[in-house]
C-alpha cells in the first residue's frame, strides 16, 4: 500500500502517476490538505480535494490543472449579475460538487465519507481522503494583515508578501480514519510527499496533531519528490513565499523543511549538482541517512506522471528492502 | 398604483402586461405567491417569484414560461453524475439566483427586501414583493399521502388525485410590507388577480390573515381574470385539481371561489354564454354587483398580453368610476 500526501495540481499530477503505476490502483491512498478549503456563497468548498478527484477520474481541466474539463460559467456570470460575489471561480459543472458536498456536510457526513463517495460515482479507481474531518484554515500573514487562504490566494492573487502562515483549527484536528490507519498499516509500503508547495499545501497536513510522530515513526519509507527545480516552482507562488520568508529557493531548502521525516528525497536532473549536499545535510535523526536519487521530475503528459510515479515507486522499494 | 396577484407563468404574463400598459411601470406591484417555495438542495428556491422576475426582465424561457432563456443545464448533469437530487430542474443561470437568495437570507435579510434587490439588478421596472416574508408552504393531501408542493408538482408530476390544499405556516404569516401598504394605499386604482391557478396560487396568498378582509374592504375595484377557459386551464394543473376536488371545471366555479372579493370578473370569449349567469350568481355581500366582461384572454404574444392587460385596466377605470 503507498500513501501520498498531496495539495492541488503537482500533487493529484503524481497521485494520478502513482494510480497508472501501482499494479493495483486500490493500493493507493492520497491524503489532501484541506487547509485551503473555505465557505463561500454557503457552500462548503474544498478546491485541493477536488483537483486531486477531478484528476485521478479524467476530469480536470488540463490547461489550468484544476477545475472540469469542458466547463461552462454560466452561474458565475448570472451571478455577477446579480451583484454576487464571482470573484472565486465557481464552474457550473463543479458547483454540483460543492453543492452535494455541502448538503451531505450539514446532513450529518463526514468529509472522508462525503469525498471517499463522490470519488468512487466519479469512478477513481483509487482512494482519496480529505487529512482531516475537522475544519482546518491556512491563513496568511501579510503586511495587510490576516488573509483567509483563499483571499491571498485568489482574490488577491497571492500578492501581498507572506510574513508568516497559520493552520487554525490544526491543533484541535484529528487525522481522517483513512490517514490514521494509513500511518499505522503494517502493509504500507512507502508514503510519497508529493511536489505540491511545502507551505502551503504540505505543512497543513503535518501540522495535525500525529503526523510528524507518525511519518517519524513508520515502518515504510517516506519519500518526497521536490517541488522546486532550478530554484524556480514549477507551479505556484512557493518560490515567492520562500523569498518573502527569507528562504533560499531551492530544492535544498525544501528537503531542510522536511528534515527528520523523510529517507528518500526526488531531485530534477536540474538540481543534480545539489545532491550530494542535500544527503548530507538534510538527514536528522531517526531516519538518517538521507538518500537522494535525481529524475526528470516536470511532468508534462500523462506518461510523465506515470514515469515519474514508477521511478519514485522504485526508489521506496530500494529503501525499503534496505 | 395597481395590485397584482400573482403565481406563476400565467400570472406572470399579465403582469408583464400591465408593465407595458401602465403609463408609468413603477406604478405596478406585483405580489407572488410563495406558497410553491423550497428548500432543496440546502437552497431556498422560489419558482413563482423567479418566473415573475425573469419573465419582468425579459429573460423567461419563452418555451416553457418558466427559468432563464438560453438556459444551460451543466450543474444538473454533474449533479446527476454524483447521485445528487436531480429531479428538480435547476439551470446553471438560475443557480445564481438561488444560491444569491440563500446566501441573503441567512445573512438575515428578508425576503422582501432579496427580492426587491434582486429584480432591481435585472432591470425590472415595476415592483415585486413575496406575499410575506414569513415562510408559508403549500401541502398537497393525496391518497399517497400529504405531500410538499414541489413533491407533488415537479416530482411527482401532478399525478396523485388531490384531496385537499392546505398551506402551511399561513396563520401566523404576516403580509409583506409592500403587500401591506398597497392594500391601505389611497393611491390604488385597482388589483387584478392574474389568471394563476386559483388553488395552487391565489389561494396561498388569500390564506394570509388579513388579505380577504382588505380585499373586501378596499376601496379600489377588484377584477379577476379566469385563467380557466372553455372548461379547460391554459397552463398547469387548475382542470384536474377541481375535478378531483368535485368542482365543475368552468369559470363560474373560478368566480364563485373569489366570491365576495370582486367587483370585476374578465372571462374569455369562449365563454360568453356564462357571463350572465356569473355576474348574477357570483355577486355577494358588499361587493355585490359582480360586473363581468368579455375579452380575448389567451397571451401568446407580448402584443396578446398589452392588449389584455390594457382592457383589464380600462374595466378597473371603469368600475372605479362608478
Given at each position: 500500500m503507498i500513501l501520498a500526501l498531496a495539495g492541488g495540481v503537482g500533487g493529484a499530477k503524481l497521485a494520478a502517476g502513482l494510480e497508472s503505476a501501482l499494479d493495483r490502483p486500490q493500493d493507493l491512498l492520497t491524503v489532501v490538505n484541506t487547509g485551503d478549503d473555505f465557505e463561500h456563497l454557503g457552500l462548503?468548498?474544498?478546491p485541493d480535494l477536488d483537483t486531486v478527484m477531478y484528476t485521478l477520474s479524467g476530469r480536470a481541466n488540463p490547461e489550468?490543472?484544476?477545475g472540469h474539463a469542458g466547463e461552462s460559467w454560466n452561474f458565475l456570470e448570472a451571478l455577477g449579475a446579480l451583484g454576487g460575489e464571482d470573484w472565486f471561480?465557481?464552474?457550473d459543472r463543479d458547483l454540483a460538487t460543492h453543492v452535494e458536498r455541502t448538503r451531505r456536510l450539514r446532513a450529518g457526513e463526514t468529509l472522508s465519507r462525503v469525498t471517499a463517495d463522490l470519488a468512487a460515482r466519479l469512478g477513481v479507481p483509487s482512494r482519496i481522503a480529505p487529512?482531516?474531518?475537522d475544519p482546518v484554515r491556512t491563513v496568511v500573514e501579510t503586511p495587510d494583515g490576516d488573509l483567509p487562504f483563499q483571499e491571498y490566494f485568489v482574490r488577491r492573487r497571492c500578492e501581498p508578501a507572506v510574513r508568516g502562515l497559520r493552520f487554525e483549527g490544526a491543533p484541535a484536528a484529528r487525522m481522517s480514519a483513512a490517514f490514521e490507519a494509513a500511518l499505522a498499516d503494517?502493509?504500507?509500503d512507502g508514503v510519497v510527499v508529493c511536489p505540491s508547495n511545502p507551505y502551503l499545501s504540505i505543512d497543513p497536513i503535518l501540522a495535525v496533531p500525529g503526523v510528524r510522530a507518525a511519518l517519524a515513526g513508520c515502518a515504510a519509507p517516506v519519500v518526497a519528490v521536490s517541488p522546486i527545480v532550478g530554484g524556480r516552482a514549477i507551479k505556484?507562488?512557493?518560490a515567492k513565499i520562500m523569498e518573502e520568508l527569507g528562504v533560499e529557493v531551492s530544492a535544498?531548502?525544501?528537503a531542510a523543511r522536511y528534515r527528520g521525516l523523510l529517507d528518500g528525497f526526488v531531485l530534477d536532473e536540474t538540481d543534480r549538482p545539489l545532491a550530494a549536499a542535500i544527503g548530507s545535510e538534510g538527514a536528522a535523526g531517526a531516519r538518517a541517512p538521507l538518500r537522494v536519487t535525481v529524475e526528470q521530475t516536470i511532468m508534462r503528459t500523462g506518461?510523465?506522471?506515470t514515469r515519474l510515479a514508477a521511478q519514485v515507486l522504485g526508489f521506496a522499494r530500494l529503501l525499503h528492502d534496505r
Open positions: 462548503s468548498i474544498c489550468t490543472g484544476w471561480r465557481l464552474g487529512m482531516s474531518d503494517p502493509g504500507l505556484g507562488p512557493a535544498a531548502a525544501v506518461e510523465d506522471r
